[in-house]
């Protein structure tokens, strides 16, 4: 194993209204390097209007989290 093999530690996944008509969806990955100890995270979001198609990561998104609703 070298210092750059990183492992997923967890994903978590929301989604919150961003307007009127208007979802947006988050999707932030944990990563921990076994080797080195270090953390990082990736994160993706998407925002929805209307009946715009979503992308397949976010097909799952079930979880609302309302604090983040400001509009």
């Known amino acids: 194993m070298n210092a750059f093999d990183w492992k997923i530690d967890r994903i978590e996944t929301c989604w919150y209204r961003s307007g009127k008509f208007s979802r947006t ?3 932030v990955t944990f990563w921990y ?4 100890c270090t953390r990082r995270e990736t994160k993706r979001s998407f925002t929805a209007e209307g009946l715009e198609a ?3 990561w976010a097909l799952t998104i079930k979880t ?4 983040l609703e400001n509009y």
């Open 25 to 27: 969806y988050i999707e």
């Open 33 to 36: 390097s076994p080797v080195s």
């Open 54 to 56: 979503l992308p397949d």
């Open 64 to 67: 609302r989290n309302r604090s």
